[in-house]
């Protein structure tokens, strides 16, 4: 045992743990000591046979995890551990052929140079590139990064505490996370750009025909995290002697970022066996939870946990956007109000209060993605109008609208590529929406070509002035890498949506499960539109957020008022909306 303080140099594992039995035999100050056969293999692989040692923390060992009052004692400390740590070994399971090709790949590439001005030249590929075994070494990084470990929610803590993390499959190949990070961002930007590279990388494993290119964003998300804790520029871009002219970050990350639902709505789909750990594993890389009325505890029931963090969120943050992750579907046998989210449950929805795409460029170049989308409620900073009492949200809010028309929503046509359901979605909503003037124009012309495309790529503003970057199969001079990336945001804003009509006339993306006759609401302090369906006895049931062209930036709150705060005196006066 040595306190934190002391000054110890040691070294942190991350590492999955595995679903088997701790049969493993270890020798723990003279006592035999049961692990998982993972921690096993990687303590064989690392031990030195001269007889010096390395010191490691590691979890399973150093906390007594059959003990819940010192798993929830230690909770607070762990991220000052993997801190604190010389260097935090990323075990991401046991080396073959693939995993040995791909890190060889890594470490043969040559970092991106910074030219200054906001401009990135490309000489990430160079050697590598014209060899005849590129295909297939970017397929053996593809695999790679579709390991178990990227997955894990405990590594985003990990990771993102750590100062010196590397990635470690055998003792042969030991590789810093940056370089990864960069092998990955560019890997990605071929898969979305380069159709010809791509068919020889699936030409070397057909069976990653079968993982969509999303899969690679565990990993993203992974870099992003540990790029919004320690985003100064480090020891590799120092040796650049271009980076060297600008000792300075590529960009500002606020101090104030990440926010507690900013990380759990970003890591929501990542995986864990304990399910409080969705929530727990996140919680001290948030900046905002100082005072926060929550305490991480395992012996509580995960209704009561979901339901005591959803209430934490909302009255610390001022807002109600933490219930826009409720979803229709909870854990079997799990009770909560509509209006709390199941953090054990993957999305099935896309997000309209927090991002989840990371763009594709270098994560050092990428600014803090955190913080509202929209404001269909009015700028922050208002007062707030909602209260709790147990399983009861009363709030300020009105209807505005109901849902008239629902579109077809087909699961297996929402994969980037090909995208009918896009079509057939244009096709109901022009019928509908579209006056014959504006359907005589030109397509770039055309309002509705902007309002419906705007939606699709989640704009609040209802177009773009280079629309022919977005619209699929249009054949202008856009430029492939960003009409690609364009339509990978396309998917991630319509994941789980379906097209709906309003009674009045508006467009939007509401969940598939929607039912014609919904009602749509502006609630106090909640930055997205909601669906609410009537119980009966004066309450409603939450249906999720939804997205309406000409409502996200506030503009239905004119109806009720001149200001902001004047709308919201006036919608004060009419009876509250109680969901339950």
Sequence with gaps: YNPLNNQLSFNCLSYTWGTEEATEVLELSGQRFLIRKNLDTFLRTMRNSGGSYIRFWIDAVCIDQNNVSERNRQLPRITQVYEDADVVACWAGEPDAVSNMALGLVQDLIPTHYAGGGLLFETGWLGVKDREDFPRRLAALYRFLCRPYFRRIWVAQEIAAARRPYIVCGRNYIVEWKRLDHATWRLMDILYSDKELVERIYAADPSLKDIPPSELSFARRLFYLQHLRHGKIDELEKSNTLLAQRDEPWCEIPETAP??????????????????????????????????????DYTKTLANTWLEFAVAVANKDNSLDIICAAEATVATGLEIPSWCPDWSTPATVSS???????????????????GPMYSAAGSAGLKSRFTFSGSVLQCAGVIIDAVGLVGPYEPNDANLGEQPIWTDWM??????????EDAALPVLDQQFQARFWGMLYGRAEGGSDELSRYIPGWDG???????????????????????????????????????????????????????????????????????VQGWMRGQMLTRFGKSEEEAWESIENMERIKIV
């Design 477 to 547: 001079k856009a430029d492939a890498m960003v009409k690609s990336d364009g339509r990978e945001v396309a998917n991630i804003v319509t994941k789980g949506r379906t097209l709906i009509i309003t009674e009045d006339g508006f467009m939007g993306l509401a969940p598939h499960y929607v039912e014609e006759g919904a009602k749509i609401a502006i609630l106090s302090c909640c930055s997205s539109p909601v669906i609410l369906y009537e119980n009966g006895h004066d309450t409603h049931r939450f249906g999720g957020s939804c997205f």
């Design 427 to 436: 096709e109901m909503a022009a019928g509908a929406l579209q006056s014959e």
């Design 352 to 370: 309209m209060v927090r991002r989840t795409h990371i763009p594709i460029t270098l994560i050092r170049a990428i600014a803090d993605i955190g």
């Design 259 to 296: 926010g507690i639902l900013d990380v759990v709505v970003l890591c929501r789909d990542f995986q864990s066996t304990v399910s409080q750990d969705k929530v727990f594993a996140l919680w001290n890389l948030a900046t905002d939870t100082k005072g926060m009325d929550f305490a991480m």
